[in-house]
């Protein structure tokens, strides 16, 4: 919901730094392994209860998840990149409640619940941009990309702020996975609501 607002804000100061960084011949795919290096730590460091160490790490994540895109336009988007980019976000994502759930019996339930939401939003997500690929629309609202990004209630911006919150109110991670949970469900059905509106609309058309 947040997504096209948060990236007119953020992507000129990040397009001055990937430009430091093509120079220095660092790639986009360089920068995806690193940001999901970092994200992988962040959930180990959630496990030993290092919340603040972890907030520093999903932050990592983020910078660099907008870095890597930030330098992919600059050289040239490729297949190999738009394919890690969403596959290592995915796990990322997932790992974080995970990661709770092993520091705490107490948070397995909602973490569980977390995740079989995360397999709502990303299976539509995904679902939808294979489809819009097929009917050749790769591009958004903000631009061409690797693959069609649908809106919805809960996107990028969104679950960053989670990742950030449950780090910096960990003991109130059941409540507000359950409630993030919610609202990734309610994503999910406007986007097969507006898949089913949007490819019939098409086909007839």
Request: proline share 2%.
């Amino acid at each position: 919901m947040l997504d096209i607002t948060v990236r007119q804000l953020i992507d000129p100061p990040l397009e001055r730094i990937a430009d430091v960084l093509m120079r220095l011949r660092i790639s986009a795919n360089q920068l995806t392994w690193i940001g999901f290096a970092a994200g992988m730590l962040g959930g180990l460091c959630i496990v030993e209860g290092w919340f603040s160490a972890a907030f520093v790490c999903i932050t990592l994540n983020r910078l660099f998840d907008g870095l890597d895109g930030c330098v992919a336009r600059l050289r040239g988007a490729t297949d190999v990149g738009g394919f890690l980019d969403i596959a290592l976000d995915m796990v990322f994502y997932s790992t974080i409640p995970f990661a709770f759930a092993l520091y705490s019996q107490e948070n397995q339930l909602a973490s569980a619940f977390l995740i079989y939401s995360f397999m709502g939003t990303g299976s539509s997500f995904l679902a939808f941009a294979v489809i819009s690929a097929k009917r050749g629309k790769i591009a958004d609202d903000a631009g061409k990309k690797s693959f069609f990004y649908s809106r919805g209630l809960i996107e990028g911006t969104e679950t960053a702020l989670f990742l950030w919150l449950v780090c910096i109110l960990p003991e109130h991670f059941a409540n507000l996975a359950w409630t993030f949970g919610g609202l990734c469900w309610l994503t999910t059905c406007i986007r097969i609501a507006t898949a089913c509106s949007v490819f019939r609309t098409s086909q007839h058309s």
